[in-house]
């Protein structure tokens, strides 16, 4: 892919926190910026990547499903709308690229229904599992709703001193390296 990858931002920056803009789905930008998800998401080892989180003020997610009985499956949620979530509420240890090595339980209702707009209109995909779960995890970004907001009240304050670390190394990168995030 020919697109590079950039510097995933961490909790602490306000990109994360943003309510991201719909965007042309037929744009070229809009294809190069899936590209750079892609690279960024593959550099990092994630399965899911929202432009929030690279600091692109945009409705587009990539999300990779890596149980499927065919091998892994690369999924691309331009203008995403989640239509219905389904099924009972079951736990699972999520974890984040914008929180580096933190895993932590979420719950959320196991199918989700979501519309998408792709180059040939819209799409409807109904998924449960992981692929429901990923989906559901990086529409929320798109939102600026991260996924320790899930979290029942006493497990956040549990967890903030090391929700400081990322705040903390996310103001030093960004004082470090000013010319790069500006790109
Ligand atoms: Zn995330």
Known sequence: MGVPAV???????????????????????????LDCLW????????????????DRDARVVVVLVPDRPQGQQRIELVNPVIRETFGPRVPFEEGCLSFPGL???????RGVVVAAEGPDGVKVLR??????RI???EVDHLDGVL???????????MLAPRLLTYVVTEMLKRLFDKERDGA
């Open 103 to 109: 895993y932590t339980r979420v719950w959320r209702q």
């Open 127 to 132: 998924e449960e599992g992981l692929a429901s």
């Open 7 to 33: 510097r995933i931002r961490r909790f602490g920056n306000r990109c994360l926190r943003r309510r991201a803009q719909t965007v042309d789905a037929a744009a070229p930008g809009t294809r190069d910026l």
């Open 135 to 137: 989906i559901q995890h």
């Open 39 to 54: 690279s960024s998401l593959n550099r990092d080892g994630g399965v899911g990547l929202a432009a929030p989180q690279i």
């Open 147 to 157: 996924f320790i907001d899930h979290l029942p009240i006493l497990r956040r304050i």
